[in-house]
């Protein structure tokens, strides 16, 4: 009787130490579907385009965010990637990159809106003040893996 015990103990420590945490619906991989580029109220970037070479992917894991791709300005085509962290509280979201092939943007919060719905995910960046400045934005679009 007390090894009966024992055993359904080990097993109910076993199975519980199986159990998968859950993670939050950001976490996974992405591929980019859209991008829309404004500046000073003209779009200076549109993705997808012609060159069927562009792309992006980004991994968010519990509190890293990557993302590594190609992207064309004019006619140069340029490797894109980055690595950090982030902090997602609701619609508030905020990317600080270790390590980024735009230089400018290493040590920096970046801070955007986030929504996701089914397997779309949309960030727009926040300009001026933390609000969306509608003459100068970033928008991209991307699909669950």
């Known amino acids: 009787m007390k090894s009966i015990i024992n055993y359904c103990f080990v ?19 992405w591929k980019l579907v859209y991008t829309k580029a404004v ?35 004019d006619s140069v085509s ?17 990317e600080s990159y270790s390590y980024c092939s735009y230089r400018e943007f290493i040590g920096k919060t970046l ?3 986030l929504e996701i719905k089914n397997d779309t995910l949309t960030q727009t960046t926040l300009e001026k003040d933390g609000k969306f400045d509608k003459s100068s934005y970033l928008i991209e679009k991307y699909v669950r893996l």
């Open 39 to 73: 500046y000073a109220d003209k779009p200076y970037y549109v993705f997808p385009n012609t060159d069927p070479t562009e792309g992006q992917i980004k991994i968010w894991t519990k509190d890293h965010v990557s993302f590594t791709g190609i992207i064309k300005w």
């Open 111 to 113: 801070k955007l809106i």
């Open 78 to 94: 340029s490797d894109n990637f980055g690595v950090g962290t982030y902090k997602l509280d609701s619609s508030q979201y905020e």
């Open 11 to 29: 097993l109910i420590l076993f199975i519980g130490g199986c159990a998968q945490q859950k993670s939050s619906k950001i976490e996974g991989a």
